[in-house]
Structures are given as structure tokens and as C-alpha cells.
């Protein structure tokens, strides 16, 4: 949609909250790659370092930098990975469809005593009607075929509580090859909607209420919104 309409993704504060916390999160795990997992106090310079401004108040940009520490000290305080299974770090992968091309990004990569591989996705917030398992499965798939790594395991890590939810571990999932099969056939079948010009919003009152794309009225649902 971006190649095809020329728009550009709209910057939205929790977006570039996110990417923030990941690159610290990056930063301490190839810390604790190495042999040496950062401390709690060293929690605040690393965010600093890390840190792009997000698109509001300074006075609000400050808040979420020191929730943002907060989060990652917890993390740090509570971390239960032995750091010699770290495998991979923020892991790019690439897999080519006769449809389209599928990228992502794996946070972290874990391999145990046992050489199997284990997937981990950190996440700042829950959407509301998400498919995680069927992300993980996806960034299972990413892993098998962009990177050769076949991952048995994958789950998602909560930093920041909800409302619903402690931080932690929140879903473990068991790879399975069949399912990866489904998943593998379920995008190429998105990709030939899109290329074709179909593609359905699934609408819901939580998802269409943050739409990020509401300003280009690319949608009927986030129009009738505006329209109310
Ligand atoms: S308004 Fe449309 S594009 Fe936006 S979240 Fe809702 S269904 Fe999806």
C-alpha cells in the first residue's frame, strides 16, 4: 500500500515508544550475549542512549522514557534466561513467496543445551482481538525459511502490564511443522488477495478506535467513524 497509494505510515507515539524500548532491549540482550546482562541502575543510561524523543510534550516524552526504564529494570530484575542460549538478537528474516515477500523481525532467539531453538517476541502493550500465536507461528515460519532455524518453541513476553495482564511470559507455544504448512499457505492466500486488490478489514471497536490509518480514509469503517 505504501509502494502502490505513496503514503507514508503516519508516526504515532507509540510506535516510536515501541522501537525505543526495543532497541534497549536489544542492547541488553547482546550484553548478556557477551557474558555481562547490565544491572538494574545501569537500566536509566542504556533507555538514554537508546532513546529517540517521541512526537509529543517534553514533559510527556520524559514520562514514557522513565516508564520505558521502569519496564526494562523489571525485566532485568525478574530475567531468567540463561544468557549463553542467546542465540540471535533482533534477528531480520526474509522469505519469498511467489505471491510477495514476507519480513520480520524476531526479537530474540534462544537455543538450549538440547539445540533446540526457542522464539521470543517482547511486546509493550496487547492488542485487543490480536493473533499471537498466529504471529509466532509466523515468525516460526520467517525463522524455518528465511534463516534456516527450525524453532520448537515460541512465545510472548509482556513488559508493561495491562490492565488484564502481570509482565511476563504470557503465551508458549509448540511449533509444529503442520501447522507452519497452514500458516505458509493461510499468507500466500492473503498476499493473492492483495495483489488482486482484495483485502478485508476485519473491523473491531478497540482496533478502529486507534486506527493508524484513519487519516487516509483507505477504509469504510474508519470513515463512518469520522463521519459520526
Ligand atoms: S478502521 Fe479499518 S483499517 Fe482501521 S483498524 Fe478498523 S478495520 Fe482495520
Not at 93 to 104: A, K, N, Q, R
Request: charged share 30%.
Amino acid at each position: 500500500m505504501v509502494r502502490e497509494v505513496g503514503i507514508r505510515f503516519p508516526i504515532k507515539v507509540y510506535f516510536v515508544a515501541g522501537s525505543n524500548v526495543h532497541r534497549a532491549l536489544e542492547y541488553i540482550h547482546n550484553q548478556a550475549m557477551k557474558g555481562g546482562l547490565p544491572k538494574e541502575e545501569e537500566v536509566k543510561s542504556i533507555v538514554e542512549k537508546c532513546w529517540q524523543d517521541v512526537p509529543t510534550s517534553p514533559d510527556k516524552n520524559v514520562m514514557i522514557k522513565n516508564a520505558a526504564a521502569k519496564y526494562l529494570k523489571n525485566y532485568i530484575k525478574t530475567f531468567s534466561i540463561d544468557p549463553k542460549s542467546i542465540y540471535a538478537v533482533e534477528k531480520e528474516f526474509w522469505v519469498f513467496f511467489d505471491e510477495g515477500l514476507l519480513t520480520g523481525r524476531i526479537d530474540l532467539i534462544k537455543r538450549n543445551k538440547n539445540g533446540d531453538f526457542e522464539i521470543v517476541d517482547f511486546k509493550t502493550g496487547m492488542v485487543p482481538g490480536f493473533n499471537y500465536e498466529e504471529q509466532l507461528r509466523t515468525y516460526a515460519l520467517g525463522a524455518s525459511i528465511g534463516l534456516n532455524i527450525e524453532a520448537t518453541k515460541a512465545a510472548v513476553y509482556l513488559l508493561k502490564p495491562t490492565r488484564h495482564k502481570k509482565s511476563g511470559l504470557i503465551l508458549n507455544i509448540t511449533v509444529v511443522k503442520d501447522q507452519l504448512k497452514k500458516t505458509q499457505k493461510s499468507i500466500a492466500a492473503t498476499m493473492n488477495k492483495i495483489e488482486n486488490g482484495y483485502f478485508s478489514p476485519t473491523p473491531s471497536a478497540a482496533k478502529c478506535k486507534k486506527c493508524e490509518l484513519e487519516e487516509y480514509h483507505l477504509c469504510p469503517y474508519a470513515i463512518r467513524k469520522k463521519t459520526k
